[in-house]
């Protein structure tokens, strides 16, 4: 039976798609200046009035990779201020977090697993998981569910994107 570390599980998965979250705003960046927009006009698209904009979506996306990977590795969660306003400032916050992620030694993620994790919510009684769970069924998605809604908005604003610039 073949075995997959944690951090295997995790570090790579997150390293990858903050990748490829680069290239579409670079992608993004093209595609406004060929129409002569200003690219930050991206920065508040939404695909419905009670969606939250693309800006706090690259931050959520950003904040699920690096809070997952600190909270396996038993490390305090980088704080990043949330403050980005440009298209290029949120390639910086991106490129912040995959430094971070990729920085993570393997060593860190050993018995990660079974490690308690416990994750705030402002709405009451916290959500408890243990290590595993927590990235499979909690981490994970969460951080695939604001990626996709990036690539989708940036899609749906006509930047030229395709199925292998998601995969990458």
């Known amino acids: 039976m ?3 570390s944690m951090h295997a599980a995790s ?5 990858k798609m903050l990748d490829n979250m680069l290239n579409w705003l670079e992608a993004a960046k093209a595609h406004a200046e060929a129409r002569k927009f200003p690219a930050d006009n991206y920065l508040t698209l939404r695909l419905a009035p009670d969606m939250l904009p693309f800006t706090k979506q690259i931050q959520i996306a950003s904040d699920s990779a690096k809070g997952c990977v600190a909270r396996l590795a038993g490390q305090e969660i980088p704080k990043y201020e949330d403050s980005e306003a440009t298209l290029a400032e949120l390639a910086e916050r991106i490129r912040k977090t995959r430094d971070y992620v990729l920085s993570v030694p393997v060593a860190a993620f050993e018995g990660s697993e079974g490690r308690e994790i416990t994750i705030p919510r402002r709405s009451g009684e916290p959500l408890k998981f243990d290590g595993l769970n ?11 569910f604001h990626v996709t809604t990036t690539y989708a908005l940036l899609r749906h604003a006509g930047v030229p994107l395709g199925k292998n610039d998601y995969l990458g």
């Open 11 to 15: 570090v790579p998965v997150f390293a």
């Open 2 to 4: 073949t075995t997959i």
């Open 134 to 144: 927590y990235l499979r069924h909690f981490a994970t998605p969460n951080f695939y």
